[in-house]
């Protein structure tokens, strides 16, 4: 629509930062790209995400999140050993968005030095590789790929999910010989555990976990859940509670730290967390979520009048 174009142009003339997700090609096309940007608004920051990058085979290639989940390994090491499994929650998306908000913020600082603007690319290949990077160098120079292993950890035990004798499940996470002397003797009234040679060191209880989990589920069988994190917290050995997505909305940690707060949004108020970083003396804004197209008769009302000056409203 040329006069939303013209909207579009007024807004850039004004604006801090653009960012923009499109097939590549497009945004040239459009002359969004960030030459043609830049020659007009050098102060601007331009932020390319696309999915493998602006170069190479794979640039016009359509990529979601589970696709780059699994060019990028993830699903190798997520899962069963039976089977694979993607994350439950859109990781390479996040990624890549996390990527490019700390590259902006990069900009806008690296801007109020040099007084010019900046051009971004985030692929998210590469930012779900970034974070794929300790499985990567396990298999890379460890000499066997990372194996599938469920909630269990692949290269430390005992670490994963345990079954008290109530039927719920303890996460228990052991990250030294310390803890795990700790585990045996103060846990689990098994001391000589920690001397047997089969489970002595990280590696040897690895590579026998299968027989170590019998043997900490027999033990652990006439402790209710809750016993095993009181008996895990008093000797420092990390612990979690498997829980659903109901339980974690209840969760106390959040409940004592306040961090609920309701929105408004098209359907209703929303219970929502507060943003995760905390400012001392503030709180975060939680405004209402908009409806599509709700603000648009204001945003052109505003840009449409001819307001171009780059300088305009600026601080």
């Not at 990058?53 to 780059?68: E, N, Q």
């Not at 066997?144 to 999910?161: D, E, L, M, Q």
């Not at 905390?278 to 709700?294: D, K, L, S």
Request: charged content about 25%; hydrophobic content about 40%; overall charge negative.
């Amino acid at each position: 629509d040329p006069a939303d174009r013209a909207v579009l142009d007024a807004m850039l003339a004004r604006a801090d930062v653009f960012v923009q997700n499109l097939l590549p090609g497009a945004v040239q096309r459009l002359g969004l790209d960030e030459e043609s940007l830049r020659a007009k608004h050098p102060r601007l920051i331009t932020c390319s995400i696309s999915g493998y990058g602006s170069k190479g085979p794979y640039r016009g290639k359509k990529a979601y999140d589970l696709l780059i989940q699994c060019e990028t390994g993830v699903l190798s090491v997520t899962g069963t050993p039976e089977s694979p499994a993607k994350a439950g929650i859109s990781i390479a998306d996040i990624s890549a968005g996390m990527y490019a908000y700390s590259g902006v913020l990069t900009a806008l600082y690296e801007r109020e030095r040099t007084g010019a603007g900046t051009g971004l690319e985030v692929a998210m290949l590469d930012a779900l590789g970034e974070w794929a990077s300790q499985p990567y160098f396990y298999a890379g120079y460890g000499g066997t790929p990372a194996p599938r292993t469920g909630a269990r950890h692949a290269s430390i035990s005992p670490y994963g999910p345990y079954r008290a004798g109530d039927g719920a499940q303890v996460f228990i996470g052991v990250q030294n010989e310390r803890e795990w002397a700790a585990l045996c003797a103060d846990v689990l009234g098994r001391p000589h555990l920690a001397q047997e040679p089969r489970f002595a060191r990280n590696s040897s209880r690895v590579e026998h976990d299968a027989e170590l989990r019998v043997i900490l589920q027999e033990a652990l069988s006439g402790l209710s859940a809750q016993q095993v994190i009181e008996r895990l917290d008093e000797v420092g050995i990390a612990s979690a509670r498997m829980r659903t997505m109901h339980e974690f909305a209840e969760h106390p940690q959040l409940e004592a730290r306040d961090r609920w707060r309701e929105v408004d949004s098209p359907v209703g108020p929303l219970r929502s967390l507060l943003p995760p970083v905390t400012v001392t003396g503030r709180e975060a804004a939680m405004g209402a979520i908009p409806a599509a197209g709700q603000h648009s008769d204001a945003i052109r009302a505003e840009f449409a009048s001819g307001a171009t000056d780059p300088t305009k409203d600026r601080p």
